[in-house]
């Protein structure tokens, strides 16, 4: 299939015509989080054909955003990781999801949310937002991160001053409206709230997807 181009010079056009086909950004959001397999982005594209999502790698390859690396022995896979360009998208992809956040509304009780997705949550959430102090522990189902130092690291940190369980929508409203009327909080409940007050005022927290 051609690319289709917009053929003007304009820096937004250009970035457009890098990373604006459909799965491309998405291809960019999953490599934020560390160098991934072709398999793995397949599971974690859903909906996305094999054929496309060879397509889209291929052109982003091309356009210099993502390289591939294959892992010494024993492992020895090909793996997918964005260049020092494309890492330049982080903050692009962080501010796009966080202005999508203003009209995504919580997840609908039956969506199906891929292993990880708390952690890459509370991190599109928290970039440059959470107070320095603030530790705080989620806990969803099978899924657990910890906010601690202004950054996100996987399961409950021991030194969390509060832990909050909940299911993914009563995490979006602690998070987004600073309503905790589904959570459990064990621990600090007005630490919570100010993470959610903090969040809110930049100016708004992305929910869980």
Sequence with gaps: MTKRLYRQYCPVAHALDLVGERWSLLVVRELQHGPARYTDLHARLDGCSTNILAERLRDLEAGGVIERRVLPAPAASTVYELTELGRGLQPVVHELARWGARTLGPPPPDAELAAGWLERALRTAV???????????????????????????????????????SDPIGLYHALVDGDLSRA???????????????????????PPG
Excluded: K, M, N, Y
């Design 127 to 165: 970039a440059g937002a959470a107070p320095e102090d603030a530790c705080i522990a989620f806990r969803c189902g099978d899924e657990a991160a910890t906010i601690v130092g202004g950054r996100v690291v996987p399961g409950v940190a021991d030194e969390a001053h509060a832990v909050v369980e």
């Design 184 to 206: 459990a909080v064990d621990g600090d409940d007005h630490e919570v709230l100010a993470l959610a007050s903090a969040l809110r005022a930049d100016p708004a927290a992305a």
